[in-house]
């Protein structure tokens, strides 16, 4: 067992409705996965986040960039088959092992749509199997369930849900920001909105017209859900 470290203190803060809208715009539209922040929170009741987060009332609870990323994660696994049982012996058997008390935003993991993975030297490790080895013939079947950004010591730090989009919990508090700036994807949305061009808040902001196109799907996206 890896023995307990301190982890940073993130800035991000989000509510549940906008987590849950975070979420639910990186998943493909046709794929038969509804997530909305009455799940989130059900999750969150369940103890699939910050263990401290359960007893928090509703309108108080808020959650942080690692809280965010792992509902993420949680998310994900539902959506490819994995059951609450799978995930709650993954999530638990991973902070045994990890030592980290949020390891679904700490650790790389696949699945084949019923159970959880983690590579450890180069050896799939079946976590919702209580740490048991899985066969090499398993390894062409695992489906990636990250797509996040890790520094040096393993942590997420970054999340790009869709191309040019980031967020990144030190850059203002964590909201949705054009790649690269510290732009939030929501000013740019708001002047397109009000009637501006998209080439006029491009030059605005000294951004392509590109950025300013990606900024306004992903916030279409995420008022839709």
């Given amino acids: 067992m890896v023995a307990n ?10 509510e549940t409705t906008e987590a849950a809208r975070y979420i ?6 046709n794929l038969p996965f509804i997530i909305y922040s009455r799940k989130v929170v059900r999750w969150i009741r369940l103890g699939l986040a910050t263990p401290e987060l359960k007893e928090i009332p509703g309108r108080q609870l808020l959650l942080t960039f690692e809280d965010l990323i792992s509902m993420r994660i949680i998310a994900a696994l539902r959506a490819t088959g994995v059951s609450f049982r799978k995930i709650h012996i993954a999530e638990n058997w991973l902070r045994r092992y990890t030592g980290h ?13 019923s159970d959880v993975f983690i590579d450890l030297k ?8 209580f740490g048991q080895y899985a066969f090499e ?10 797509g996040l950004i890790f520094d040096k010591s393993g942590i997420a ?10 967020l990144d919990p030190l850059v203002q ?11 939030p994807t929501d000013a740019l949305w708001s002047m397109v ?28 996206a995420i008022r839709q859900n």
């Fill in 193 to 220: 909105k009000a009637g501006d061009s998209m080439e006029f808040v491009a030059n605005s902001y000294n951004l392509s017209v590109m950025e300013v196109e990606q900024a306004v799907t992903w916030e279409d």
């Fill in 122 to 129: 180069r050896q799939y490790i079946a976590a919702s199997r």
């Fill in 137 to 146: 013939i398993l390894e062409e079947y695992l489906i990636p369930v990250h």
């Fill in 173 to 183: 508090f964590g909201a949705p920001c054009i790649k690269g700036t510290r732009i």
């Fill in 101 to 113: 008390r949020r390891p679904f935003a700490t650790e790389m993991l696949w699945t084949e749509r």
């Fill in 157 to 166: 730090i970054l999340w790009e849900p869709q191309d040019g989009i980031l």
């Fill in 24 to 29: 639910a715009s990186t998943f493909h539209p």
């Fill in 5 to 14: 470290i301190e982890l940073p203190k993130f800035e991000g803060i989000y």
